[in-house]
């Protein structure tokens, strides 16, 4: 049963444009979420999270959106750029160590 | 380093054979854990250490896989007779606490058994 979802495997957008990055969970005891981005052949690299206690959270062009009614965070990337061509993932924990994970969402930027 | 250091960054090894998987943290860090990518699938959390407390062996898939953390630094993550399910990118991570905040992950060990 997976408690964290990114339904999307990949998402191709043009340079410029907005990414829209979709993570669903089922948990309602979670109550961080961030998420990392990754590159080929290297480890993720923290991006971006959110409490629970907020429904928006902003660092420069990434903005991260939380709907608890919804169990559903969004990332968004604006404008996006060819760096950010990478995978996603979405993580969430539950106030302890153990983060879970979803399966990842490629983002491509085409030029 | 700076960083998170794992090695070997590739490892190939003909099934039934053990591998042993090290980490270097960052230093200071009392939080380290292992996670292991398959393809096509996300983050599968293994173990975790915190500082002297016993770790939580939780996500270990089975009795195969082992791992030991010495002096609260450097780990060790060891796969006895290893499968090809094993196969999978290992990465490790560390974290100045273990409260579920920001990881800092290492470049991973590709492991392929043949």
């Known amino acids: 049963d997976q408690q964290v979802k990114q339904n999307s495997p990949s998402l191709s957008v043009q340079e410029g444009r907005i990414s829209i990055l979709n993570c669903d969970y089922t948990?309602?005891?979670?109550?961080?979420f961030l998420w990392y981005k990754k590159y080929p052949a290297e480890g993720p690299t923290f991006l971006i999270s959110?409490?629970?206690i907020k429904d928006k959270n902003e660092d420069g062009r990434f903005t991260v959106f939380l709907n608890k009614s919804a169990k559903h965070l969004s990332l968004h990337i604006v404008p996006s750029q060819p760096g950010d061509s990478a995978v996603y993932f979405c993580?969430?924990?539950?106030?302890?160590?153990?983060?879970?994970w979803g399966a990842g969402t490629k983002l491509i930027i085409k030029p | 380093g700076a960083g998170v250091s794992q090695s070997p960054s590739n490892k190939v090894t003909e099934k039934g054979k053990d591998v042993e998987l090290r980490c270097d943290p960052i230093s200071g860090h009392t939080a380290l854990y292992w996670y292991r990518q398959s393809l096509g699938q996300g983050l599968e959390f293994l173990i975790y250490f915190q500082g002297n407390s016993a770790p939580d062996k939780s996500g270990l898939p089975s009795d195969r896989f082992s791992a030991e953390r010495t002096g609260g630094s450097v780990s060790t993550l060891t796969i006895q007779r290893t499968q090809q399910e094993d196969s999978a990118v290992y990465l490790c991570a560390s974290s100045l606490q273990g409260d579920g905040g920001e990881l800092f992950f290492g470049e991973g060990s590709r492991l392929t058994v043949l």
């Open positions: 959110i409490s629970s």
């Open positions: 948990n309602s005891m979670f109550d961080y």
């Open positions: 993580a969430a924990t539950a106030s302890n160590y153990q983060l879970i």
